[in-house]
């Protein structure tokens, strides 16, 4: 079991340098306009892939763990997967207009269109088959594959392209056939189109779906201000927003262990124990999140410049207010855990989209001004970290006065 944390801690740095040093060669080989329409495309690719995925890698992983490996979810999840898939080229296909108009609006250029559809179609199979692979506990196999998948798609891309447009290709054809070639690798083929298959699909559409607004309203937290926004900023604030996502990824290890000890505890009605690890998670996080904040604040002109050759003053300025929500932002995700180890009403979920409808509104009236929505936006943060910190308080408090 230890082996294979730290195995999986070294997967998630490789992981996390193949993504960031990915801008860097983007920068680099193709300039900082290109960058800019990297980065947008990246926050852009999250958000509907959190859409049109229905949470199946979450349902992946429960119920492939809980029903002991069984394929068939493997199998469900993947012809389900390339539907989704087959749907997406089908509406390029018949309502190209349409999707260019949507992406544009973003700040994305048409010509990417097509290229954007192949790199979500080999990102969702990549999903499908890591998440089978971890909820089959076989984590070894999963990070070995996440290594060459995920951390080595970008490089093999960026070698053989010599545009954007070739990169997202190569990128996404890649994770296509890499996924394609484990999951016969994984599959038993003596099997069946036939009534079992159609119900662990629905098992996992089931558990998916009930999770998909939660995920959903995450995502949209990250793509909505590229709307209103500028468009000469839109390309540096969609990669603040990465950096922001990059450290609460940072605290993804505290995340994983932190839900199934709290639980734990609380099964156990060990309260005590769960008010005292609870006082020490928040003061580590605390301590380390200021730290880490500063050391990135003092240096942060140095930070972009290692992925951009130039930036201005008041790109520089804006960035100030980012690094700011960050502090909030991973607050909020270890408070979101603590409230799913509490609870298991939709809290998050409600508090998530509430606030996000409320901020939404009133960025329409200061649209195009990326001062005004970049502090509404860190505003956003704030109210998530500080009303899923009161429901921590409320929930662990009726747990102390039931007991």
């Not at 207010?321 to 855990?337: Q, S």
Request: glycine residues 4%.
């Amino acid at each position: 079991m230890r082996r294979d944390y730290i195995f999986s801690l070294f997967t998630q740095f490789i992981v996390l340098f193949s993504f960031l040093f990915s801008y860097k060669l983007i920068s680099y080989f193709y300039g900082i306009s290109i960058f800019e329409q990297y980065s947008i495309i990246k926050r852009l690719n999250t958000f509907i892939i959190a859409f049109v995925s229905f949470s199946l890698p979450i349902a992946l992983i429960r119920n492939v763990a809980y029903y002991h490996g069984d394929e068939k979810f493997l199998i469900a999840g993947y012809l389900w997967t390339i539907f989704i898939i087959l749907v997406l080229f089908t509406l390029f296909i018949f309502d190209i207009n349409q999707i260019a108009f949507f992406l544009n609006r973003f700040g994305v250029n048409k010509q990417y269109c097509f290229n954007i559809v192949i790199l979500i179609a080999g990102i969702l199979l990549h999903n499908v088959i890591y998440s089978y692979l971890r909820g089959k506990l076989e984590y070894k196999l999963a990070n070995i594959y996440d290594i060459f998948s995920k951390a080595g798609a970008p490089f093999i891309a960026i070698v053989f392209a010599n545009n954007l447009n070739m990169f997202l290709f190569i990128h996404g054809t890649y994770q296509i056939i890499l996924s394609l070639f484990v999951f016969c690798f994984l599959v038993n083929f003596k099997f069946k189109i036939k009534l079992d298959i159609l119900n662990k699909l629905k098992i996992l559409l089931f558990y998916g779906v009930k999770r998909i607004f939660s995920d959903l309203g995450l995502n949209l937290i990250f793509i909505y201000p590229l709307y209103f926004i500028n468009n000469k900023h839109k390309g540096l604030v969609s990669f603040y927003l990465t950096l922001i996502v990059v450290i609460g990824y940072l605290y993804t290890p505290l995340n994983n262990i932190l839900l199934s000890r709290l639980s734990r505890y609380l099964s156990n009605n060990d309260l005590n124990v769960f008010i005292k690890i609870l006082k020490k998670i928040y003061f580590i996080l605390i301590s380390s999140l200021l730290v880490l904040i500063f050391i990135i604040y003092f240096n942060k002109q140095y930070l972009i410049q290692f992925f951009i050759s130039k930036i201005d003053e008041y790109n520089l300025y804006i960035f100030n207010y980012y690094i700011f929500a960050a502090f909030f932002y991973v607050i909020f995700l270890i408070n979101k855990n603590i409230i799913d180890s509490l609870t298991q009403k939709a809290i998050n979920a409600k508090i998530i989209i509430l606030l996000l409808f409320v901020f939404i509104l009133l960025s329409y009236f200061f649209k195009n001004q990326t001062l005004y929505i970049s502090i509404l936006f860190i505003l956003l943060i704030i109210m998530l970290a500080i009303t899923t910190g009161m429901f921590v308080y409320i929930l662990t408090r009726d747990k102390i006065g039931k007991n």
